[in-house]
């Protein structure tokens, strides 16, 4: 038959040839079948997707054909060729997708039976690779009938076949057999639970038989059986009912609790507790044989699938069960004979002294296990029992009784000398690991290794407060009074003999010291070196203090520095080592002295020599590339981080180091160049910083120049390495360019200028150039005319560019270049600036503001340089800027570089005063104005800094003038507001009390412009009065405050208007110091604490923010009383001290000061007005995001508890509107503010967050407004990435509010409204597929029921798929 695409399958020619003789033509039968039936199934999907028949030539195969194809794939599944087994496996799985369901039923049956078959030995394993493939092949909606057809045969199966006596010969021919069809049928049934568990009624009405039959093959007498049996209980715990699983757990419990346990010790707590409860029976007559090792492996197993499932008596009772095998005493027991037999139960009589030592490893082990998924898990449950897990794995992390490290004589290695006398025996205790005769039979490092897991898996659990770990004490052994922390005790067991084991002790000692750091940038813990700690301070702040140098620092460093010097250590060691030394850089004190340093970069030397060395090469493992990239990595970081004193490492880096990092320049992988290159980087800088003499200058410099330069003249280079050479470049001509000959100067910047015509290296050349142009800005040294033309040249070619990235990289580097240039230079072609200053003005639009703001500053800094150019400015710049200054866009950096242009154009004569004024002044009446109270406010500043630059004589006329201009009954609204603002804005940068009648006149307009008509005369008046004080306190200030006795009303809300203005303006002006008007500024804050008011109490409250800021020791304790008070107006008070410390805390008060203080203001949480609670909660965002250290010491106990209650307050009344009622909910803002809370602090402090607590508030708010909603699903993808665990145990009560979501009805909304909720039932599917994804999600049975039920739905579809785009 052809075998084109195209044609149309002869079924009845290929089922007759899937009969021959030839094994080569049935194999190409059945291949030729599986392409045909691939084609039908596309065929048929294509009409599914398109509801109507497509044209295809591929016909429809019939009832009958189908039953003949079916019995052709079965028959070939026995075939005697390998090769048409394989195919007809494969076929199978294409077969399912097209026959219909009761031709899937017999095929069900009939593999199943021919598996089950004790005559088929010999093809078993191809029926169950086929029925494995009919259940991972098998459609959805076929599911629950094929699990009908299977689930019962394959139980009977197990139970048929079980051999659960000891006492039988597994060898024999009938138990092998049967041995293997049960293993089949509980692969299978793994499988069958794991796709249609929780969705099968069929799988689902079996559950407790299949649990029974499943718990039986736990006493087998074959290991794999067992093991096999326990992954399938595993499975089915994730989709059995509650009820069920807790039977199932106590089952297990029950038959664990009768085993004696290990040791003396464990074998005492054994019998104390089987006194304790004699009348404890077997739970169950199946499991009386029941090996213990493999009941501890599946209760661990099941723990860590369904272990959010377990509740709190089921942890205390496996936590002693599980220490009767790893109990801390046994490790220590001298007298410990690792040969010990035990004597548990049947399966453990009579077995021999090696068999038994390798139970007690596996039991422990398997414990051990245990506890590392419980403490990931079930933090909150295990939490009562972590001190004795902790002990028992400190105390097996060192258990080698094989092996003895003179752990006494420790303390005794304090000098150097002695170390180094040590140092052959130190090697040679890493040789005896290959030496020793029994190594291959010790297998204690399995225990040690499982234990040091566990200490992992605590320091997981407790990285967002890791304290404990470093301040918690333990004893080191039993009946011993030398206690150790968990940190100790992990530095002291890098001398640990087996690689694997060593690896993992450093690497979670490297986890621990970097959650560490971390807790102390976040203010959970404190971080204090010796040279640098306040004991008393930081003992009266309550901190927690972490002291590295101390007593942890050098002990790190010692024990790393052994297994980079170990001849016979591993590479892996030796890579945990440096990863450790770099996470330690991090900490304050860093590595430590200069000796420690020294020794550290001697150690480093070896590992970049050590493809030189034919000594090392000989005695060591061979050192890979990657191990000294990470060694040039620490280097890196050593020199980088500005732990260390510079001085130290400068000497030690010098003479040790300086040649090698050079010559891995050289070398062959580009990873080990670039790396090279970003360490020769960094060592510029450090000989500034270490006081380097000139000598050594130029003796690097000449070094660093040999390096670099072949590297950046190559242009057959890996873009890493061309851009680290430039970077490497900028810093050596930036710092030591009095150390390069002229002819080293112009070879680099020649290289430079070819790079920055280069493509691909453009951007990086740009930088370069930057770098050292702020160089060359400061130092007479470094002169740039040589390359000046040409380099702005080709800058001003890449303004022309598309690129935003080039653009403004480029702009960025003019703006640097120009500032290098003397005010006159023959050699600078004119004409250039000519050009450049043309393409600047080009791109001086409001549609980029950032750009904006750079082509301005270039400009600016071109007129600096060379006031010549004036008139090119003028021409060029000045037209763009003056259309710019009436954009309602303009603000922040944009607006300072035109106030600076312009100021400099006036200062450099380029315009005059009165020619930029009046074309100024002419924006408003131009067509382009729209009256904008922003554009108003720029003119003014911009009116008001030319003003400023002008001579003296002229200033006073102007004022004059600008003041007589002002009339507050003008119609002329916009010119009023503008004149105003003008008088002010000079007024807050010259002192006009200086200028006779000045200061009157101002204040004379300023008073009545308050009794205008129009607001924004009114608001103009107040903001001027504000910035004129700042330049005169004197005639302003006690005016001001005079005006605010007597005032009332919309007055006084202008007066307090312009005392705030007064109070944030001198906050930005240098050397402020407010504190002789503080007396004068309090009285009327304090009076209008409570007015009726509530724009007057937010412009009070901003006051003494601000004041707080600059003087929070005179108002911190002013508002501390306030907020105590419990007069008639407390409410009041209490709300604007709240705003207050609010805007106290966003304005950037010092927390050290605000810090006392917050227990009190915090109390405004208790408060029963609900606009009090909810200021309160936006005082503690602001808290939470600018400063967490304020309140993460005091969250738990005053926070965390209100908001648990404000997040789910609800207070909804009706409001009768005649026709209809209006349901308002008074809580809405304080549920809103609460979320607002608790997901800034998932991002600024979680370790202050109880988060299995806040699960039942998330679940009610995702049912909530849709507001609400939406702030939830922000808060769940969070918890997705930060803390899946508590999210995974909480997901089965999210389904009722995510069904309502998913499921909202549109009703008759269009437009926008129609939009939103397509938007709302898209954030509750991302939700959803958010949580799906998760790991241990299966065990939620109702949240996966809801997310399949979803995933099938047909009008959700568009949706998911949309969704499902946005990850794509």
């Known amino acids: 038959m052809s075998r084109g695409s195209n044609s149309a399958p002869n079924y009845n020619d290929l089922l007759?040839?899937?009969?021959?003789?030839?094994?080569?033509?049935?194999?190409?039968?059945?291949?030729?079948?599986?392409?045909?039936?691939?084609?039908?199934?596309?065929?048929?999907?294509?009409?599914?997707?398109?509801?109507?028949?497509?044209?295809?030539?591929?016909?429809?195969?019939?009832?009958?054909?189908?039953?003949?194809?079916?019995?052709?794939?079965?028959?070939?599944?026995?075939?005697?060729?390998?090769?048409?087994?394989?195919?007809?496996?494969?076929?199978?799985?294409?077969?399912?997708m097209t026959v219909q369901e009761e031709q899937v039923n017999e095929i069900a049956d009939r593999i199943c039976g021919l598996m089950l078959d004790p005559s088929k030995s010999a093809l078993r394993d191809v029926y169950a690779i086929g029925l494995k493939t009919l259940v991972e092949t098998v459609p959805d909606s076929m599911g629950n009938a094929v699990s009908h057809h299977l689930i019962g045969r394959l139980i009977d199966g197990v139970h048929t076949n079980s051999n659960t006596s000891p006492s039988s010969s597994p060898s024999s021919g009938d138990d092998k057999n049967s041995e293997e069809i049960v293993l089949a049928c509980l692969n299978v049934l793994t499988d069958l639970l794991t796709r249609f568990g929780s969705s099968s009624n069929s799988i689902t009405m079996q559950h407790e038989p299949l649990l029974n039959v499943s718990l039986l093959q736990l006493g087998s007498p074959r290991p794999i059986v067992r093991k096999r049996a326990g992954t399938t209980i595993s499975v089915l715990a994730t989709v059995m009912s509650d009820s069920l699983l807790h039977r199932l757990v106590e089952r297990l419990l029950d038959q664990i609790d009768l085993a004696s346990g290990i040791g003396k010790s464990g074998k005492k707590r054994a019998r104390i507790a089987h006194k304790t409860d004699g009348s404890k029976s077997l739970a169950s007559s199946d499991l009386r044989s029941a090996d213990t090792r493999s009941l501890i492996r599946t209760m661990c197993t099941v723990s860590g699938t369904v272990g959010h499932r377990l509740n709190q008596g089921h942890i205390d009772r496996i936590v002693p069960i599980f220490l009767r095998f790893c109990d801390p005493a046994d490790a220590d027991d001298e007298d410990y004979d690792s040969d010990e037999p035990m004597d548990t139960d049947d399966v453990m009589a009579g077995m021999g002294e090696e068999a038994a030592a390798a139970m007690q490893i596996e039991l422990r082990e398997s414990c051990f296990a245990g506890f590392e998924s419980f403490v990931l898990r079930c933090p909150a449950l295990i939490r009562p029992h972590l001190d004795q897990i902790v002990y028992s794995a400190l105390a097996y992390m060192r258990f080698d009784p094989n092996y003895t490290y003179d752990d006494d004589d420790d303390d005794a290695e304090d000098d150097e000398e002695e170390e180094e006398e040590m140092e052959e025996e130190e090697e040679d205790e890493y040789s005896t690991e290959d030496d020793m005769s029994d190594e291959d039979d010790d297998n204690n490092w399995k225990v040690r290794r499982s234990a040091i897991r566990t200490l992992t898996a605590v320091v997981e659990a407790t990285k967002h407060d890791p304290s404990k770990?470093?301040?918690?004490?333990?004893?080191?052994?039993?009946?011993?009074?030398?206690?150790?922390?968990?940190?100790?005790?992990?530095?002291?067991?890098?001398?640990?003999?087996?690689?694997?084991?060593?690896?993992?002790?450093?690497?979670?000692?490297?986890?621990?010291?970097?959650?560490?750091?971390?807790?102390?940038?976040?203010?959970?813990?404190?971080?204090?070196?010796?040279?640098?700690?306040?004991?008393?301070?930081?003992?009266?702040?309550?901190?927690?203090?972490?002291?590295?140098?101390?007593?942890?620092?050098?002990?790190?460093?010692?024990?790393?520095?052994?297994?980079?010097?170990?001849?016979?250590?591993?590479?892996?060691?030796?890579?945990?080592?440096?990863?450790?030394?770099?996470?330690?850089?991090?900490?304050?004190?860093?590595?430590?002295?200069?000796?420690?340093?020294?020794?550290?970069?001697?150690?480093?030397?070896?590992?970049?020599?050590?493809?030189?060395?034919?000594?090392?090469?000989r005695h060591t493992a061979v050192n890979s590339k990657s191990l000294k990239l990470e060694a040039l990595c620490l280097v890196r970081i050593m020199l980088s981080c500005k732990k260390h004193d510079a001085s130290d490492i400068k000497s030690a880096l010098l003479p040790i180091l300086l040649s090698d990092i050079c010559k891995c320049v050289q070398e062959d992988w580009y990873k080990v160049i670039s790396e090279a290159l970003r360490v020769l980087m960094e060592i510029p800088g450090l000989l500034v910083l270490g006081s380097a003499t000139k000598a050594e200058k130029d003796e690097v410099a000449t070094s660093l120049y040999d390096a670099i330069e072949p590297r950046l003249s190559e242009h057959d280079l890996d873009q890493e390495i061309k851009e680290c050479a430039l970077s490497a470049s900028a810093s050596l001509v930036s710092v030591l360019h009095a150390s390069l000959s002229?002819?080293?100067?112009?070879?680099?910047?020649?290289?430079?200028?070819?790079?920055?015509?280069?493509?691909?290296?453009?951007?990086?050349?740009?930088?370069?150039?930057?770098?050292?142009?702020?160089?060359?800005?400061?130092?007479?040294?470094?002169?740039?005319?040589?390359?000046?033309?040409?380099?702005?040249?080709?800058?001003?070619?890449?303004?022309?560019?598309?690129?935003?990235?080039?653009?403004?990289?480029?702009?960025?580097?003019?703006?640097?270049?120009?500032?290098?240039?003397?005010?006159?230079?023959?050699?600078?072609?004119?004409?250039?600036?000519?050009?450049?200053?043309?393409?600047?003005?080009?791109?001086?639009?409001?549609?980029?503001?950032?750009?904006?703001?750079?082509?301005?500053?270039?400009?600016?800094?071109?007129?600096?340089?060379?006031?010549?150019?004036?008139?090119l400015v003028k021409g060029h710049v000045l037209p763009a800027s003056l259309e710019l200054s009436k954009s309602a866009l303009l603000q922040d950096p944009a607006l300072t570089s035109l106030l600076n242009l312009l100021e400099q154009m006036v200062a450099s004569g380029a315009i005059g005063f009165d020619e930029l004024h009046k074309l100024l002044e002419a924006q408003m009446a131009g067509d382009g104005f729209k009256g904008s109270k922003q554009v108003i406010s720029n003119l003014a500043q911009c009116i008001a800094t030319i003003a400023v630059t002008s001579p003296s004589a002229k200033q006073e006329k102007f004022m004059k003038s600008t003041i007589s201009a002002i009339k507050p009954s003008s119609t002329d609204v916009a010119a009023t507001q503008l004149n105003l603002l003008v008088s002010g804005n000079f007024g807050r940068k010259v002192d006009v009390s200086k200028m006779k009648g000045v200061a009157q006149s101002m204040q004379k307009i300023y008073f009545e412009s308050f009794d205008s008509s129009n607001e924004d005369i009114k608001h103009a008046a107040a903001l001027a009065l504000g910035r004129a004080s700042v330049g005169a306190i004197d005639p302003f200030l006690p005016a001001l405050l005079s005006a605010l006795e007597g005032s009332s009303g919309k007055k006084q809300y202008l007066l307090f208007s312009s005392l705030r203005e007064f109070i944030h303006c001198y906050r930005e002006t240098e050397g402020s110091d407010l504190s002789s008007s503080v007396p004068m500024l309090l009285p009327p804050l304090e009076m209008n604490c409570g007015n009726e008011e509530e724009g007057v109490r937010a412009m009070v409250a901003e006051c003494f923010g601000a004041l707080a800021c600059l003087e929070p020791k005179a108002i911190l304790p002013v508002l501390q009383k306030l907020a105590t008070d419990d007069s008639d107006k407390k409410v009041h008070i209490h709300w604007t001290v709240g705003n207050a410390v609010k805007f106290a805390i966003g304005g950037q008060?010092?927390?050290?000061?605000?810090?006392?203080?917050?227990?009190?203001?915090?109390?405004?949480?208790?408060?029963?007005?609900?606009?009090?609670?909810?200021?309160?909660?936006?005082?503690?965002?602001?808290?939470?995001?600018?400063?967490?250290?304020?309140?993460?010491?005091?969250?738990?106990?005053?926070?965390?508890?209100?908001?648990?209650?404000?997040?789910?307050?609800?207070?909804?009344?009706?409001?009768?509107?005649?026709?209809?009622?209006?349901?308002?909910?008074?809580?809405?803002?304080?549920?809103?503010?609460?979320?607002?809370?608790?997901?800034?602090?998932?991002?600024?402090?979680?370790?202050?967050?109880?988060?299995?607590?806040?699960?039942?508030?998330?679940?009610?708010?995702?049912?909530?407004?849709?507001?609400?909603?939406?702030?939830?699903?922000?808060?769940?993808?969070?918890?997705?990435?930060?803390?899946?665990?508590?999210?995974?145990?909480?997901?089965?009560?999210?389904?009722?509010?995510?069904?309502?979501?998913?499921?909202?009805?549109?009703?008759?909304?269009?437009?926008?409204?129609?939009?939103?909720?397509?938007?709302?039932?898209?954030?509750?599917?991302?939700?959803?597929?958010?949580?799906?994804?998760?790991?241990?999600?299966?065990?939620?049975?109702?949240?996966?029921?809801?997310?399949?039920?979803?995933?099938?739905?047909?009008?959700?579809?568009?949706?998911?798929?949309?969704?499902?785009?946005?990850?794509?």
């Open 1149 to 1368: 008060i010092n927390p050290t000061e605000l810090a006392p203080f917050m227990p009190t203001f915090l109390e405004l949480l208790k408060e029963d007005d609900l606009a009090v609670k909810n200021v309160a909660l936006l005082m503690v965002y602001s808290a939470v995001h600018h400063a967490p250290q304020l309140v993460v010491g005091i969250m738990k106990e005053q926070v965390l508890p209100q908001l648990y209650e404000l997040a789910q307050l609800n207070m909804e009344r009706k409001i009768d509107l005649g026709p209809f009622k209006h349901t308002v909910d008074d809580a809405l803002p304080l549920r809103k503010a609460a979320l607002s809370v608790f997901s800034t602090c998932l991002d600024k402090c979680p370790s202050s967050l109880d988060i299995p607590a806040f699960m039942p508030v998330l679940a009610k708010a995702l049912a909530d407004v849709e507001d609400i909603q939406l702030q939830s699903h922000q808060i769940v993808h969070t918890l997705c990435a930060q803390h899946p665990i508590p999210l995974v145990q909480a997901a089965d009560s999210f389904v009722a509010a995510l069904e309502k979501t998913v499921n909202k009805k549109k009703g008759q909304k269009t437009g926008t409204e129609l939009e939103r909720v397509y938007e709302w039932i898209k954030s509750g599917l991302r939700v959803m597929l958010a949580i799906s994804k998760l790991d241990g999600i299966i065990g939620a049975r109702k949240f996966c029921d809801f997310a399949d039920r979803i995933k099938k739905s047909k009008p959700h579809a568009p949706f998911l798929a949309q969704v499902e785009n946005e990850y794509s």
């Open 16 to 96: 007759k040839k899937t009969e021959h003789y030839d094994k080569d033509e049935r194999y190409m039968a059945i291949s030729d079948l599986c392409e045909a039936l691939k084609r039908n199934a596309a065929h048929a999907n294509s009409e599914n997707n398109n509801n109507a028949a497509a044209s295809s030539s591929t016909p429809q195969i019939d009832s009958q054909t189908e039953r003949r194809i079916c019995s052709a794939v079965l028959s070939l599944l026995d075939d005697s060729s390998n090769d048409v087994q394989t195919v007809a496996v494969k076929t199978l799985g294409v077969l399912l």
């Open 742 to 871: 002229p002819d080293q100067k112009n070879r680099i910047l020649t290289l430079l200028l070819d790079r920055l015509k280069n493509d691909t290296t453009r951007i990086a050349a740009i930088k370069t150039l930057s770098k050292v142009g702020r160089a060359a800005k400061s130092s007479e040294d470094l002169d740039l005319t040589s390359v000046m033309n040409e380099a702005l040249e080709q800058l001003a070619l890449l303004l022309r560019q598309q690129s935003r990235s080039l653009k403004q990289s480029a702009l960025e580097c003019i703006d640097t270049l120009v500032l290098c240039l003397p005010e006159s230079d023959i050699d600078m072609d004119e004409g250039l600036f000519d050009s450049v200053l043309k393409d600047l003005g080009e791109i001086i639009a409001d549609t980029d503001l950032h750009i904006c703001h750079l082509s301005l500053s270039a400009s600016n800094s071109i007129l600096k340089a060379r006031p010549s150019t004036g008139a």
């Open 469 to 617: 770990l470093w301040i918690d004490e333990f004893a080191w052994r039993q009946n011993s009074e030398k206690k150790t922390t968990v940190a100790g005790a992990l530095v002291n067991r890098f001398k640990e003999r087996e690689e694997n084991c060593r690896v993992d002790i450093i690497e979670c000692f490297t986890r621990l010291l970097s959650y560490t750091v971390s807790a102390s940038s976040a203010g959970v813990l404190v971080l204090a070196s010796c040279t640098s700690m306040d004991d008393d301070a930081l003992a009266a702040s309550g901190a927690v203090v972490v002291d590295l140098r101390s007593n942890v620092s050098s002990a790190i460093v010692k024990a790393t520095e052994k297994q980079l010097s170990a001849k016979k250590g591993g590479e892996r060691s030796k890579s945990s080592a440096i990863a450790l030394l770099s996470t330690l850089c991090l900490a304050p004190g860093g590595i430590g002295s200069s000796e420690q340093i020294t020794s550290v970069f001697r150690h480093v030397k070896t590992i970049l020599n050590a493809d030189d060395d034919a000594n090392t090469r």
